[in-house]
């Protein structure tokens, strides 16, 4: 029986954190290749170096910045990603919360 070829995963947020985590756990397994990208540069090279894959710097919330690197992204793979994981984020300063309100985060996306 044929192997079935590897799954695009793309994942936003991965210079650290939960998104970290998550590229790495997917560049470990056989059946999967990992796209990813996050804000800090020296992260991201330091996170290729150890596990390989497809990372780089954009800012998700400019529009342009994320539709060129998800049709990157596409091009570079062959089609679309399998998976998607909408994981970076901003939190506004926890201050707020001392307001009485609770800390609302702005909304980010990876691939429209």
Same mark, same amino acid.
């Given at each position: 029986m044929a192997s079935s070829p590897p799954q695009l995963v793309v994942i936003s947020g991965v210079s650290s !954190? +939960? !998104?970290r985590a998550l590229f790495r756990g997917f560049s470990r397994l056989e059946n999967f290749r990992v796209a990813g990208c996050g804000r800090r540069q020296e992260r991201l090279d330091a996170l290729q170096s150890e596990c390989g894959g497809d990372v780089a710097a954009?800012?998700?919330?400019?529009d342009d910045a994320v539709g060129a690197w998800a049709s990157r992204? +596409?091009?570079? =793979?062959g089609g679309?990603? @399998?998976i998607v994981i909408a994981n970076a !984020? +901003?939190?506004?300063? @926890?201050?707020? @919360?001392s =307001? !009485?309100?609770l800390p609302r985060p702005f909304l980010t996306r990876c691939c429209r």
């Open positions: !954190g +939960i !998104g954009v800012d998700v919330t400019d992204v +596409i091009s570079s =793979h679309p990603p @399998a !984020g +901003i939190m506004p300063a @926890a201050a707020s @919360a =307001h !009485g309100r």
